[in-house]
């Protein structure tokens, strides 16, 4: 193979890479990321009701073994539509129900659930941890 077609194959393999690297980071763009975090109580017996709605976002009050339940609003004022993924960090991020996807519409508000499943035998106490919703384009 001579140089001149080496080096026009070389000339097309980058353009392809980067025209994939940028077809894939679009569609992989991270558009906002809220931090949010969260503590709740782990009670002796009863559920305490706290209607406070401050940030950190107070959970409330709950016997092991139970779930507490929060909603927050996904609003999408962009002219595309967006996915919203819910992930948990901290000591009771394995608490935390992960997986759910939230597609928002152009001018559309979604309602996100915020849940920790609190495992049975948890000892009493106070916990605390972090909700990240982070916003994708979606195509």
Do not use: C
């Not at 928002?104 to 990240?132: C, H, M, N, W």
């Amino acid at each position: 193979m001579n140089v001149a077609k080496v080096m026009i194959l070389i000339v097309a393999v980058g353009a392809i890479a980067a025209g994939l690297t940028t077809l894939v980071l679009t569609h992989l763009t991270v558009v906002d990321r809220w931090i949010i975090p969260y503590n709740f109580t782990v009670a002796q017996e009863g559920i305490g009701i706290v209607t406070d709605q401050t940030i950190p976002l107070p959970m409330g009050e709950a016997m092991a073994g139970s779930t507490l339940e929060r909603f927050i609003y996904l609003g999408n004022p962009r002219s595309f539509p967006v996915v919203g993924i819910v992930s948990a960090q901290g000591p009771t991020a394995s608490w935390v129900e992960l997986g759910q996807r939230y597609r928002v519409a152009p001018g559309q508000t979604e309602r996100v659930s915020l849940k920790v499943l609190i495992p049975d035998g948890a000892p009493r106490g106070g916990y605390q941890g972090t909700f990240l919703l982070s916003v994708y384009r979606d195509w």
